[in-house]
């Protein structure tokens, strides 16, 4: 199952492309191989050595309710240290963030796909709507 985070594309510039492992506890994994979680409206936070995926959703696994989940929580991200240096020399000397584009299963283990991306401005994504307007009405005259 794969999660996209549709928003990211509209939202932001996305240049390059990381793959990180994740940790999470047994019954999120469940939800997430269910593709009951959400990255829309999260992102990946640098702390000192470590990554964070901030205020990203993932769903409570039905059969086993957990007390006191927090759907919310912040995750570390499991990356090397060589990488997580050069991210945060990315982003720190740029107005770039980490985007979390997709969270998908690789090997029986979730896969985060984080990007680096520039801020679209308001009229940047109203281009972005008129172009897909007109290709959409070009693509039904064509048919």
Not at 49 to 61: D, H, R
Not at 132 to 143: F, K, M, P, T, V
Request: net charge positive.
């Amino acid at each position: 199952m794969k999660i996209t985070n549709r928003k990211a594309f509209f939202d932001y510039q996305l240049t390059e492309s990381f793959e990180a492992g994740i940790n999470l506890y047994g019954h999120e994994v469940k939800s997430v191989r269910g593709g009951k979680a959400d990255l829309s409206g999260s992102f990946v936070r640098i702390l000192g050595s470590e990554a964070y995926l901030v205020n990203a959703k993932i769903f409570p696994y039905q059969p086993g309710q957990v007390e006191g989940y927090n759907q919310h929580r912040t995750r570390k991200l499991l990356m090397h240290k060589k990488e997580i240096i050069s991210l945060k020399s990315k982003t720190d000397g740029s107005n770039l963030t980490l985007v979390p584009v997709s969270m998908y299963l690789k090997n029986g283990f979730v896969k985060l796909q984080i990007a680096l991306g520039k801020g679209k401005k308001k009229y940047d994504k109203r281009q972005a709507l008129k172009r897909r307007d007109i290709n959409r009405n070009l693509d039904q005259e064509l048919a």
